[in-house]
């Protein structure tokens, strides 16, 4: 039997489980509250009865003594202010005597008779008072017939007292007929409590137990899988409701994560020796990089070194000094800063300087045939690029782009920046290249092979080795000239 409850009540869900615990709980409830309203409103419509009738009898006994009093100061005194008196006393009896319970079956055969014999006397009591009052000048006449009125007021008060006495033996009865029950009334709510709550008890115990012991247990695999400890045995739940379909949930997750994490410790191994390998190649190709820069820096083209020293010896025999002297000052910057700068990142400003000094030596050699200007929105002086960018870029505009052309060209310059990614164009409106070189190049960008020569090569490899997201790109047409752009994301650590 137990074990066919124990399993009925494993199978049902833990709403319906919830539902028969405060469903019990409430009729317990109702139960003991509806006992209580029973025996508190039994008991004080009673008590109102009595405290009624003792009260209704009190003014009436009350009542009737003040109108006795009255009477006898108004016989002794005939004053205005004593019949006055006596009129108000004689009006409150006639109301608390209406006023007193008439009714059989309330008030019982003894109590009953009682106020009957009262009504009676006291309305011929009314007659004789007012028979003695009209006798007041008759001497002999009025002396009887007041006498007669104080024998009718003792009877009356006889009534009375028996009638106060009835109300009390009433209500001592009462109490005496219901003490009993108002003290094992609490011993009796004890009881049903004390049984309310053993069912209850058992109810949640047999609910909560169950629950308490399954997320000890899930406390504890939850610990051990913290720990990256699958070991834990499964957690095992008898019951078919929410916690058993959590259960099952948790062990699946468990299995599943096990596999997870199994799976993310190879893949980690994995992602560690691939990494290694990427830092291995970063770091050859930053030297390479480096290498490269330096071989730049080190391979002025011997053409335009030749064809710079021959026009400085022509100006020198030409003119006296001020140009020949700013060409040889040129020439100094860029030979310094190309041969004795060895830090990888320069200010931006520097780099614009050296391109002044080669676009003025440049504007020596070309004449009108070369236009040039700088356009920079930033603050050059707080940002750094990398070393000998500039230069190499807008040699090649020169060479490849404006030198060829008969009428010669405009190269322009552009720094600025936007949502704080710095951008740099170096644009000429010289010969451009055809579309087969122009997509050879971009190929050669997008696969980072070698096909972009030294220059180009160069500064694109050092871009997307420093900076996250940094690129070269490169835009021409035939006969309307090139653009390159050089975009620098953050700097990478």
Request: glycine share 6%; with cysteine; aromatic share 10%.
């Amino acid at each position: 039997m137990k074990d066919h409850l124990l399993s009925h009540w494993y199978g049902l869900s833990l709403k319906r489980k919830l539902y028969i615990v405060m469903v019990s709980v409430t009729l317990f409830m109702a139960v003991a509250i509806a006992l209580n309203i029973n025996v508190s409103s039994m008991f004080i419509d009673d008590v109102r009865l009595l405290m009624d009738d003792n009260l209704s009898t009190y003014k009436f006994q009350e009542s009737f003594s003040r109108e006795v009093e009255a009477f006898t100061d108004l016989v002794r005194d005939w004053s205005t202010e004593n019949e006055e008196k006596y009129e108000a006393a004689s009006e409150e009896t006639e109301v608390n005597l209406a006023a007193l319970p008439y009714e059989y079956e309330q008030i019982g055969e003894e109590r009953y008779a009682i106020t009957w014999n009262i009504l009676n006397a006291y309305d011929e009591y009314q007659r004789q008072k007012e028979k003695a009052l009209s006798l007041k000048d008759n001497g002999q006449r009025f002396i009887e017939e007041l006498y007669r009125t104080y024998r009718m007021q003792d009877y009356l008060k006889t009534y009375t007292s028996r009638l106060t006495k009835e109300v009390l033996n009433k209500g001592n009865d009462y109490y005496e007929e219901r003490v009993v029950l108002l003290r094992q009334m609490p011993y009796i709510l004890i009881v049903i409590s004390v049984i309310s709550l053993g069912i209850i008890f058992m109810l949640l115990r047999a609910m909560m137990g169950s629950l308490v012991k399954v997320v000890y247990k899930l406390i504890h695999a939850t610990t051990g899988i913290e720990k990256n400890d699958f070991s834990v045995p499964d957690v095992v739940y008898n019951g078919d409701d929410e916690i058993g379909k959590l259960v099952d949930a948790f062990n699946n997750m468990k299995h599943g994560m096990e596999s997870y994490v199994y799976t993310l410790q190879e893949k980690r191994v994995i992602e560690e020796k691939l990494h290694q390998k990427e830092l291995e190649k970063a770091n050859l190709e930053q030297r390479f990089s480096f290498s490269q820069l330096q071989l730049l820096k080190s391979q002025l083209n011997p053409h335009f070194l030749f064809n710079t020293l021959n026009m400085i010896t022509r100006m020198s025999q030409i003119e006296e000094a001020p140009v020949t002297e700013e060409m040889l000052v040129a020439m100094s910057n860029l030979l310094r800063y190309s041969l004795r700068t060895t830090e990888p990142f320069t200010p931006l400003n520097q780099e614009l300087k050296i391109v002044e000094d080669y676009m003025y030596i440049q504007e020596k050699r070309f004449g009108d045939r070369i236009q040039w200007k700088i356009d920079c929105q930033i603050n050059a002086e707080e940002v750094e690029v990398p070393v000998f960018l500039l230069q190499p870029l807008v040699e090649n505009a020169v060479l490849h782009g404006i030198s060829p052309k008969l009428n010669g060209g405009n190269i322009e310059i552009t720094v600025e920046q936007k949502e704080g990614v710095l951008k740099i164009t170096v644009k000429d409106d010289g010969v451009g290249m055809s579309e087969e070189k122009l997509e050879h190049i971009r190929n050669a960008i997008n696969n980072r092979d070698s096909g972009l020569g030294i220059g180009l090569g160069n500064i694109y490899r050092r871009i997307a080795a420093y900076y996250e997201q940094g690129g070269v790109m490169v835009d021409s047409k035939e006969k309307e000239g090139t653009t390159v752009t050089m975009i620098f994301g953050d700097r990478k650590e």
